[in-house]
């Protein structure tokens, strides 16, 4: 699945990025559920295009005025605010590129965004946690203006978000049969007409990511694979080939985390600490069945939002210690008295 968002994502991003007729580039929605890596596979997409967008143009900006200071920010990356609305979120974006947006209203914050990606040659835009963004009335339309002045910015909007169809953002959005697009009309609840107008409507393709499944053969083989990488990474002293992907282990950690790669890093962490603490230095099934998952070292997240998954029933705790305390320090007091003297 992160392969498949990739390939999508690598095509909808060079596909913006070199065309220059003023017309709406078509949108992207990486949806799932929490922690399912969306964010880190979206961002290392990112990350490679604008390396490659930098290269092509010698890190200039090739739509830069003669004379004018030459800032070149080919990818913007936003979190949505936790209390998010329009207005929020476009500040945000503007923080981003430093901007000053005091005492600006809506309409002016999409048009401050709109210069600043002009003139900073951004050729996309990510925005992360989008279903933070809610619908507070039935006819509000600041969301859908806001989604629709992105999109009208010569850049490729990427909305990151959990359970995008359910949150309301699309509200009023047909599914192409032909395409498998979402096309986003002019006004919420409105119909996607057939005619030439359809082509100044807003259109999101949207992929998805998954925990990983575990019923056939080839399930089997991806997250097999996903463990040897994880594997390969682990520096515990009595670490061996075949520690995570061999023997009962890949079923054990798939049902303990039900394939959710956020479960299973937040899992395998404070195992390895564990496996530190009491001189074990390997992991086993043993010490994991002591280990409690835990989503604590993922800050930032609103569960309101659909952003923490639920977590696999837990019945262990973690481990004590069991290596010896380390006596090197400790007053034995004064020897004791032998001899005729001691009584």
């Known amino acids: 699945m992160s392969r498949a968002v990739a390939r999508v994502m690598r095509s909808r991003l060079r596909t913006g990025a070199l ?49 004018a200071r ?25 923080d981003f590129y430093g901007a000053d947006h005091n005492g600006m209203d809506l309409p002016a914050l999409i048009r401050a965004v709109r210069r600043h990606v002009h003139a900073h040659g951004t050729r996309a835009i990510l925005l992360d946690d989008i279903t933070r963004l809610k619908l507070h009335r039935r006819d509000d339309q600041d969301v859908f203006d806001l989604l629709k002045g ?30 498998g697009e979402w096309i986003m009309p002019s006004r919420p609840g409105g119909q996607a007409s057939q005619g030439a107008e359809t082509q100044h409507q807003r259109r999101f393709t949207m992929v998805h990511l998954g925990p990983f499944p575990y019923d056939t053969p080839d399930d ?24 995570l992907t061999t023997g009962d282990m890949p079923e054990y950690l798939h049902d303990r985390t039900a394939g959710v790669v956020g479960l299973l890093e937040c899992l395998i962490e404070d195992a390895v600490e564990a496996a530190t603490e009491t001189g074990l230095e390997k992991l086993t099934i ?26 696999p029933k837990q019945s262990p705790t973690r481990a004590k210690s069991s290596r010896p305390r380390n006596r090197v ?11 005729t003297h001691a009584r």
């Open 19 to 67: 065309k220059h007729r003023p017309t709406t580039r078509r949108g992207l929605i990486v949806n799932g559920g929490g922690c399912q890596g969306k964010t880190e596979t979206a961002c290392e997409v990112a990350a490679a295009f604008e390396q490659s967008w930098l290269e092509l143009h010698e890190h200039l900006n090739p739509d830069a005025v003669e004379g």
């Open 70 to 94: 030459d800032l070149h920010i080919p990818v913007v990356y936003v979190q949505t605010p936790v209390t998010a609305k329009p207005k929020s979120t476009c500040k945000a974006v503007l």
């Open 150 to 179: 992105f999109m009208d910015m010569s850049a490729t909007l990427v909305l990151i978000g959990v359970d995008v169809p359910g949150s309301g953002l699309l509200r009023g959005a047909v599914e192409d049969p032909s395409t």
């Open 220 to 243: 089997m083989a991806a997250f097999l694979r996903h463990l040897k990488g994880i594997e390969d990474h682990i520096r515990l002293f009595d670490a061996f080939p075949g520690m």
């Open 286 to 311: 043993e010490l994991l069945e002591q280990v409690e998952i835990s989503v604590e070292r993922l800050p930032g997240r609103d569960a309101t939002a659909g952003e923490v998954p639920a977590l």
């Open 329 to 339: 320090f400790d007053d034995q007091g004064p020897p004791p008295v032998t001899g």
